[in-house]
């Protein structure tokens, strides 16, 4: 196995990794629906299945 050749200090560590950070993913509010959702994303609203604002696969009926 690889050995590295000098220990790098808590210090160096932690500065190099002082801009790693996660970000908040990005929401956007559907114009149609009004829910909020991933950007590319499609999403549920009340059984029906939307993407861009258009029904893509529709909510099922009950059968009584």
Do not use: F
């Not at 808590?10 to 149609?32: F, G, L, N």
């Not at 999403?43 to 909510?59: D, L, R, T």
């Amino acid at each position: 196995m690889a050995h590295p050749k000098s220990r790098i200090s808590k210090q160096r560590k932690r500065k190099r990794r002082t801009h790693k950070k996660a970000t908040p993913p990005t929401v956007a509010v559907c114009k149609t629906t009004g829910e909020a959702h991933l950007y590319h994303r499609a999403y549920w609203h009340e059984g029906s299945m939307y993407y861009k604002g258009q029904v893509v696969i529709p909510a099922e009926e009950e059968l009584d």
